[in-house]
């Protein structure tokens, strides 16, 4: 998408799918140590003394270290999707959006279940957003933010704070499906900035669920975008034109959605981590079903 407010993106708006099954994203890594030198403590010939373990990267709540890529399989042809999304684009018909996202989830994906194995990566980073949301009703924005090594960030202002947590829940990959994350990410913190939020810690439990389904639709969308938007689509030239379609695609998504997916987010500081990977998959698959619904009822 293009839309990413102040925090920067794709000048073009779309992120191209060349890849069906990118290389999952590593993690922080460890900060290295210096070789020792000849003779030193620890060293073979040198005095005898334990060596030193370099410190262990943080560990995100409900972010596995090798996130699963994309499940591409059962999938069918997008043809007809991408057929009413060049239509849609064109002409900004509703209609034609809604055939081609029904399309997309019912035939060239092979269904919600299916469509919501595509988000490989948002998975892996909505896990760990979530997991954040957990913890800062659990512990408070301080120990939340401590066990992250962003001690100190609490009295921020909310997306700055935010920007930091992203290194840690989505670090930069190389792989498509790593970018329709990130750039999912530094859309929702720019809808964040733009919203005129406080401080990290005066964040409310409403505003923090708001912050993740805020990236729940816009992952989608991003991938949607990948999917229809990156091959074989034609885009009027008008800049604004393509804004516009942009901007009714996130409409279309998130009024499909966000109300639905509210109510199941209740009672998060109970759930372990398994339990937050099962919420996760369940929203996306669910998403892609009320996507689908509202497709087939506006087409």
Known sequence: MGTSKSYG????????SFVDDPTPPTRPRPPATAPAAPNAPGVPGGPS?????????PSVPGVPRTPSPPDTKGTGSLGGARGNF???????SRSALGSALSGYVRGGTGGARRAARRMGSSRATARGLLGVVRDFQRLGPTETLRQLN??????????????????????????VDDAIARQAMLET????AEAGVGSFDTLTPE??????????SRSIEGRVMADLGGRGITFPDDIATVESAQAQLHDFVEGATRGQLAGRLESLERLSDRDIENVVNQIYETAFELVAVAGEAAA
Not at 86 to 92: D, I, S
Not at 155 to 160: N, R, W
Not at 207 to 216: P, S
């Open 49 to 57: 003394s334990p060596q030193p373990t370099p410190p262990a990267a």
């Open 207 to 216: 505003q923090l669920q708001d912050v993740f389904l805020d990236f729940i």
């Open 189 to 192: 913190i720019g809808d964040l």
């Open 86 to 92: 060049t239509r849609f684009a064109r002409t900004g």
């Open 150 to 175: 962003l001690t100190g960030l609490a009295t921020q202002p909310a997306a700055d704070v935010f920007v930091a947590i992203l290194e840690f829940i989505c670090p930069p990959g190389g792989a």
């Open 9 to 16: 993106g794709p000048a073009s708006g779309l992120v191209p």
